[in-house]
């Protein structure tokens, strides 16, 4: 990403699919307006402008405006990389690239945007009951949505319609950690675990929390193969992040 030195522009050219775009956020200073464009060849595709005429009595004007800039630029490549989906990457998996580099206002602004074109996705909703939680701070709200989610999700597993899926219950734990309550946070991700039982990211979770507790699958017994299989991939795979 380049900035001019005047903080007039920031540029970005990105291949999608195998065109190139162009993502050009400009600082309209006589106008007090902030645009941004994405151009195919030269041809305008989108194009979006944000006003800070209410910035400019602020205390530390230049360096709100610049951050508006940055976010404006990095919504529109948040956009751009949505494209992707087809070929490339689904929309979840973007969104657990974002997670993974903690960039968790960035995810949830996807997520908004993807729940606004397809409302009755169970796991996209799951994501956002989530990030509610952890962006938000919406205890209540995000961990009713994750178990909307879930409820959407059994009615169309009965239906056979759809597997259960284990994310379901990682989104749950995680906004229950997010609300604090580690007891419920450690039930989801052990209820996760019996529909993926090599989940990575459940695993991790559980882990992290570092508590010896009922054994994974509490139908049976802490000696249990299955449980025993369980453990030694939580123990391997805290070896590997610690390495």
Do not use: W
Request: proline letters at 3%.
């Amino acid at each position: 990403m380049s900035v001019s030195t005047l903080q007039k522009d920031i540029c970005n050219n990105v291949v999608v699919n195998g065109k190139k775009y162009l993502v050009l956020t400009e600082n309209l200073s006589g106008e007090h307006i902030i645009t941004t464009r994405i151009y195919l060849g030269g041809t305008i595709l989108s194009s979006k402008k944000a006003d800070y005429k209410k910035l400019m009595d602020a205390q530390d004007a230049d360096r709100k405006i610049r951050d508006l800039m940055q976010k404006e630029h990095e919504q529109a490549l948040i956009m751009l990389g949505m494209e992707k989906t087809k070929e490339e990457e689904t929309t979840v998996h973007y969104v657990n690239k974002l997670l993974k580099r903690r960039k968790y206002q960035s995810a949830f602004k996807l997520v908004t945007t993807a729940l606004e074109q397809y409302p009755d996705e169970p796991i996209l909703l799951s994501y956002y009951g989530y990030l509610e939680a952890r962006v938000n701070k919406n205890y209540a709200q995000g961990i009713s949505t994750c178990m909307k989610a879930r409820e959407m999700i059994l009615e169309r597993a009965m239906s056979g319609r759809e597997f259960f899926n284990p994310v379901l219950y990682l989104n749950l734990g995680r906004a229950y950690l997010a609300a604090g309550s580690k007891e419920e946070a450690f039930e989801a991700f052990r209820t996760g675990l019996m529909f993926g039982s090599e989940n990575e990211d459940l695993l991790c979770e559980i882990r992290d929390l570092g508590v010896r507790r009922k054994p994974i699958v509490p139908f049976l017994p802490r000696s249990s193969p299955v449980n025993k299989c369980i453990g030694k991939l939580l123990h391997n795979l805290h070896g590997l992040r610690k390495a």
